[in-house]
């Protein structure tokens, strides 16, 4: 009787963590425990993207998965995402391991964020970072006199290393001193070894592949027995190190700041601390770690975008050739490329618009997720539903772009010779409320040291070495593999 009552309690167990609530959105089969992890397994273990765009072909652009019991939708048309991300309730962050490494299960910051507290970091960060620089005319001088020192060192390797260029670590520094000069008021010193330390705590933590992310995405406890094998060791320790160096900084402002004198962003948010004393959302913490959040993107996104740029260059000499044929026909080599420039450069535009949607460096944006229960397109998604957004499957479309699996410059110029901009199936950035903050800064960071390099130098594969790859280094976002290059001078 004991075994009989053992079977009938384990089928009905089976059956019931199975079964599917009849209003969710479609998705694969669910096994107990480990929900879909099988079926991920069967595609694509270490790319966990590629499984998802595989299963979203099949269930549709709106489909149930589940990570364990962690309940995943995910959203593999431009449309609905665009429509959702306009809305509050499908804004939440994911509360999980992310927070634990980032800082210490606390949300502070402004990327994992959520509610009143990121909406004011956003709009306060944003409105006061302009002040500085951050989306004016003099933006364009600061990024110029960092962009500088890449040209000096680029001339110095044709001189003493026959050209041949590795490009690992050449446009980490100057990228990283425009923003920090608008934060903390002083260029990155990259000969201090402390901030080489912060700049490689970034990369080995932003790229740091975890063996099975799914499993231990679904399975948040394992991170943690696990923490070595699952990167949440390194990842700790990184962010660990990054927000100790912030909190240096903030208590240096503090010592040498005068009231009313207003030096940089953290002297801004300082004032606004002083004015506003009784504001729950302005406190030294928060001031570290939203510190923390633009150092890590400011050297990682915008520095990684250009390593692609680079090595789509050398991977396709035609676009290089055409490129630089636009810029001496509309610009010439005699003065500097300006952001007012990039009219006349609609081939160099579709190139970088290519190069985004090529590498699709965040491949699933950010998750999101639901603050409350909604329906949507007749489907019933609970609070607390983890969102992702299909961006590679998206930029991969065959439905929109015909030929995704080649690079092709040339599908984002219309049949009037213009740049297309507004695609809705392009969408690097995110969208909606919890698009990037810093696509302004990182748009223009790429575009002038594309354009200006291109004026003066032409890139191509070292003679005797085999081509580099374009297949990324897997991490929390996509990165191009180490590589090296023929640089030489234009005539």
């Given at each position: 009787?004991?075994?009989?009552?053992?079977?009938?309690?384990?089928?009905?167990?089976?059956?019931?963590?199975?079964?599917?609530?009849?209003?969710?959105?479609?998705?694969?089969?669910?096994?107990?425990?480990?929900?879909?992890?099988?079926?991920?397994?069967?595609?694509?273990?270490?790319?966990?993207?590629?499984?998802?765009?595989?299963?979203?072909?099949?269930?549709?652009?709106?489909?149930?998965?589940?990570?364990?019991?962690?309940?995943?939708?995910?959203?593999?048309?431009?449309?609905?995402?665009?429509?959702?991300?306009?809305?509050?309730?499908?804004?939440?962050?994911?509360?999980?391991?992310?927070?634990?490494?980032?800082?210490?299960?606390?949300?502070?910051?402004?990327?994992?964020?959520?509610?009143?507290?990121?909406?004011?970091?956003?709009?306060?960060?944003?409105?006061?970072?302009?002040?500085?620089?951050?989306?004016?005319?003099?933006?364009?001088?600061?990024?110029?006199?960092?962009?500088?020192?890449?040209?000096?060192?680029?001339?110095?390797?044709?001189?003493?290393?026959?050209?041949?260029?590795?490009?690992?670590?050449?446009?980490?520094?100057?990228?990283?001193?425009?923003?920090?000069?608008?934060?903390?008021?002083?260029?990155?010193?990259?000969?201090?070894?402390?901030?080489?330390?912060?700049?490689?705590?970034?990369?080995?933590?932003?790229?740091?592949?975890?063996?099975?992310?799914?499993?231990?995405?679904?399975?948040?406890?394992?991170?943690?027995?696990?923490?070595?094998?699952?990167?949440?060791?390194?990842?700790?320790?990184?962010?660990?190190f990054l927000k100790d160096k912030m909190k240096e900084l903030v208590d240096e402002h503090k010592e040498t700041r005068v009231p009313g004198v207003l030096r940089d962003f953290i002297d801004v948010y300082m004032e606004e601390q002083e004015k506003n004393p009784d504001n729950p959302n302005f406190f030294d913490e928060q001031l570290a770690v939203l510190c923390m959040d633009l150092f890590v993107a400011?050297?990682?996104?915008?520095?990684?975008?250009?390593?692609?740029?680079?090595?789509?260059?050398?991977?396709?000499?035609?676009?290089?050739?055409?490129?630089?044929?636009?810029?001496?026909?509309?610009?010439?080599?005699?003065?500097?490329?300006?952001?007012?420039?990039?009219?006349?450069?609609?081939?160099?535009?579709?190139?970088?618009?290519?190069?985004?949607?090529?590498?699709?460096?965040?491949?699933?944006?950010?998750?999101?997720?639901?603050?409350?229960?909604?329906?949507?397109?007749?489907?019933?998604?609970?609070?607390?539903?983890?969102?992702?957004?299909?961006?590679?499957?998206?930029?991969?479309?065959?439905?929109?772009?015909?030929?995704?699996?080649?690079?092709?410059?040339?599908?984002?110029?219309?049949?009037?010779?213009?740049?297309?901009?507004?695609?809705?199936?392009?969408?690097?950035?995110?969208?909606?409320?919890?698009?990037?903050?810093?696509?302004?800064?990182?748009?223009?960071?790429?575009?002038?040291?594309?354009a200006n390099l291109l004026q003066h130098y032409s890139f191509s594969v070292i003679p005797g070495t085999t081509k580099p790859s374009d297949e990324p280094v897997i991490g929390l976002n996509l990165s191009a593999q180490p590589y090296s290059a023929l640089v030489e001078r234009r005539k």
């Open positions: 009787m004991i075994l009989i009552a053992f079977i009938i309690i384990l089928i009905a167990y089976l059956v019931l963590s199975t079964k599917r609530r009849a209003k969710e959105p479609p998705g694969p089969f669910k096994w107990p425990i480990v929900g879909n992890l099988p079926q991920i397994a069967m595609i694509n273990w270490s790319r966990v993207w590629f499984s998802i765009d595989h299963y979203s072909k099949v269930y549709g652009d709106i489909m149930g998965m589940y990570f364990g019991s962690r309940y995943v939708v995910v959203l593999s048309n431009p449309k609905d995402i665009h429509d959702v991300m306009k809305r509050d309730e499908w804004n939440g962050r994911v509360r999980d391991n992310n927070e634990k490494v980032k800082s210490g299960g606390k949300h502070l910051g402004l990327f994992l964020t959520q509610g009143e507290l990121w909406r004011e970091t956003r709009r306060f960060t944003l409105r006061n970072l302009r002040d500085f620089g951050f989306g004016k005319a003099d933006m364009e001088t600061s990024i110029m006199s960092e962009y500088k020192t890449v040209e000096e060192y680029l001339d110095s390797q044709i001189k003493t290393n026959k050209g041949e260029v590795c490009f690992d670590d050449l446009f980490g520094p100057p990228v990283v001193s425009t923003l920090w000069k608008m934060v903390a008021g002083t260029n990155c010193d990259f000969e201090d070894p402390h901030i080489r330390r912060m700049q490689q705590v970034v990369v080995d933590t932003l790229r740091r592949r975890a063996i099975g992310a799914g499993l231990f995405f679904a399975f948040q406890q394992l991170g943690r027995w696990f923490p070595e094998l699952s990167g949440f060791a390194q990842q700790r320790d990184g962010f660990k400011g050297s990682d996104t915008t520095t990684n975008t250009l390593r692609f740029v680079i090595l789509y260059l050398i991977l396709h000499p035609e676009v290089m050739e055409k490129c630089q044929k636009e810029l001496d026909t509309e610009i010439g080599q005699g003065r500097q490329v300006g952001i007012p420039d990039k009219e006349k450069l609609p081939y160099l535009q579709a190139f970088l618009l290519e190069t985004d949607r090529y590498c699709s460096m965040a491949p699933i944006v950010t998750p999101h997720c639901l603050t409350k229960d909604v329906v949507y397109k007749g489907y019933e998604i609970p609070e607390g539903t983890i969102i992702f957004m299909n961006n590679w499957g998206i930029h991969r479309s065959k439905e929109r772009w015909g030929d995704p699996e080649n690079f092709r410059p040339d599908r984002f110029i219309d049949d009037n010779g213009k740049v297309i901009t507004n695609d809705e199936w392009f969408v690097p950035f995110g969208s909606g409320k919890r698009r990037c903050p810093g696509e302004i800064l990182a748009r223009a960071n790429v575009f002038l040291y594309t």
